[in-house]
């Protein structure tokens, strides 16, 4: 059972437009929610979060939005850098404190 | 601080031998996580540790898996005996609090069995 779900396994952009990557989430309890972006052989690093009581984290190029209603959120990178090439996965903490990850999404940005 | 450290990096091994993970947590880190990475399965949690104490092994495949942590500063995952299936990345991770907080990963290791 996924509670976490990337449905885009991959995205490819254009150096300087904006990516978008999307997360969608089944149990209305979680309450927070991080991103992480993972370069290869490497383990993945904390980008940027947001819990439920906001809609909406900016920290420079990123911005995650929180759409409870809809079980919906969104990682905006703009403009987006080659450098920002990676695999990016959304992740949930669940009423346990366990981290429940999405499968991920690989985005390539071409320069 | 130099993050979280495991070794080794790379293992390859025979199906039937025991292979042992090792895991050096951020200092002052109060959990630490063991996660194993697969195509079919993605990253999934295996245990977590509060304060060196098991805490939740529902993760935890198999039998053929256990993990300790001694003290704060180490900890092992080991499979005895190991099977191909076995084959993934395993990663560690230390976090400040459970819940709500960001979590540190180390940079894996990637297990191969024959």
């Known amino acids: 059972d996924q509670q976490v779900k990337q449905n885009s396994p991959s995205l490819s952009v254009q150096e300087g437009r904006i990516s978008i990557l999307n997360c969608d989430y089944t149990?209305?309890?979680?309450?927070?929610f991080l991103w992480y972006k993972k370069y290869p052989a490497e383990g993945p690093t904390f980008l940027i979060s947001?819990?439920?009581?906001?809609d909406k984290n900016e920290d420079g190029r990123f911005t995650v939005f929180l759409n409870k209603s809809a079980k919906h959120l969104s990682l905006h990178i703009v403009p987006s850098q080659p450098g920002d090439s990676a695999v990016y996965f959304c992740?949930?903490?669940?009423?346990?404190?366990?981290?429940?990850f999405g499968q991920g999404t690989e985005l390539s940005v071409k320069p | 601080d130099a993050g979280v450290i495991q070794s080794p990096r790379h293992e390859v091994t025979e199906m039937g031998q025991e292979v042992t993970l090792r895991c050096k947590p951020i200092?002052?880190?109060?959990?630490l996580f063991w996660y194993r990475q697969t195509m079919m399965r993605g990253l999934e949690l295996l245990i977590y540790?509060?304060?060196?104490?098991?805490?939740?092994d529902s993760g935890m495949p198999e039998d053929r898996f256990s993990a300790k942590m001694p003290n704060a500063s180490f900890s092992t995952l080991k499979i005895q005996p190991s099977e191909p299936r076995d084959s993934a990345v395993y990663f560690c991770?230390?976090?400040?609090?459970?819940?709500?907080?960001?979590?540190?990963f180390g940079p894996g290791t990637r297990l191969t069995v024959l």
């Open positions: 200092s002052g880190h109060d959990y």
């Open positions: 992740a949930a903490y669940n009423q346990g404190g366990k981290l429940i």
């Open positions: 540790f509060n304060n060196n104490v098991p805490i939740d």
């Open positions: 947001i819990s439920s009581i906001k």
């Open positions: 149990n209305s309890m979680f309450d927070y």
């Open positions: 991770a230390s976090s400040l609090a459970s819940g709500g907080n960001e979590q540190f």
